[in-house]
């Protein structure tokens, strides 16, 4: 079940998607007409389903056959791994203005996200630097998954 907040900005649409895209989400219905830009914010997508990730590259593919400019912001984890396993899943790259970094604190083991920029990753050279733990206050929290790959996008950018 897939929940779409929308706001409507001077020229753009601002979607923020909740939930799971499965077999039945139909995101063009969800999403709906709009004039101008798409900016799709998906850190609360929790799981997609292999219909989900079909349903999701038609959509995107549809847009930019359209020629609408479209803005990824704070792409979730699940978001993340289909970007490194399925080299069209975001096609454009470029489009991808920031994303959900999970981090795990050393102390209380509480899981948290911090959305990074892609240019501020870039300068990192992917390497995120750890936290203090909002959970617990004084834990350091650490990047929670495998930088190769949770990052990997980034290479395919630079060498374009
Ligand atoms: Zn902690």
Known sequence: ???????FRKNALEVRLVGTIEEDTDLAQLIGDFPGELHVNSKEVSRLSSHGVRHWIRYFRGLQERGVHVKHVACSSTIMQQVSFISNFIEDLSSIESVCVPYLCQRCRGQFVSVVK????????????????????????RFDDIELEYFSFLNKLQTR
């Open 1 to 7: 079940m897939l929940n779409v907040i929308k706001e």
């Open 118 to 141: 892609v240019k501020q990753l870039i300068k990192l050279k992917a390497q995120v630097p750890p936290m203090s733990c909002p959970k617990c206050g004084v834990g350091t929290a």
